[in-house]
Each structure stands twice: as C-alpha cells, then as structure tokens.
C-alpha cells in the first residue's frame, strides 16, 4: 500500500553537501512518521533522523550537520546533509510508520525504500 523511494544518493569528496529525496505514495504523506537509517558495509543499520507533526531528532553523529525535512504537497521527505565526512558512506533507507512510535528503531517502521548509495571519497 504504501511505497518509499529514495534518490539523490552519489560519489561526494568529504566536506561536501548532498540531499536526499524519498518520495512517499499510497497513503496521505502528512499521516507518516519518516525515518533516515544509513548501513555501512559490515555494520548494523543505524538511526539518522526522523521527523513528525511533534519535531525532529537527530542521532548524535549527525546533528548540526544533517536535516530532516518534509514537502507535504509533494508526497516527499528530504536527508539535507552537509559537511560530509567518511563515516557517513552507506546505503541511506527512508522508512515510514502511521503508528505512534519513537521513530529511532529500526522496527518502530513498517515501510522502508530499496536505499540509496552515498559514497565518499577524498
């Protein structure tokens, strides 16, 4: 019912900035929780970022560098990030819930997209 698609994703140099899109179909997008998780090569998948009608959070890694932001009349929910850093290469996942949840575990979502790529290099 409902379908996550994420774009925007590339080969970046460290310092750089980059915006992610996950556009959101099959239900009414002002409804979601949404969700940012990131899984490196080898590791866990891990929370990024999530957003709601009550706010944003950030994971600690991330704040002051990444947000979190959602164009209702679109259908479409934004990764803003910026100072890239090495650590920050992954596979990035949008995720959606319309339960009242947390929003920074993995299963506090029952809709995820395929991901998108971001590499960094130097």
């Known amino acids: 019912q409902v379908q996550l698609v994420e774009s925007g994703g590339g080969l970046v140099q460290a310092g750089d900035s980059l915006r992610l899109s996950c556009a959101a179909s099959g239900r009414t997008f002002s409804s979601y929780r949404m969700g940012w998780f990131r899984q490196a090569p080898g590791k866990e998948r891990e929370f990024v970022a999530t957003i709601s009608r009550m706010g944003t959070y950030y994971a600690d890694s991330v704040k002051g560098r990444f947000t979190i932001s959602r164009d209702n009349a679109k259908n479409t929910v934004y990764l803003q990030i910026n100072s890239l850093k090495f650590e920050d290469a992954a596979v990035y996942y949008c995720?959606?819930?319309?339960?009242?949840?947390?929003?920074?575990?993995?299963?506090?979502?029952?809709?995820w997209g395929q991901g998108t790529q971001v590499t960094v290099s130097s």
């Open positions: 995720a959606a819930t319309f339960r009242t949840r947390l929003g920074y575990r993995s299963d506090d979502y029952d809709y």
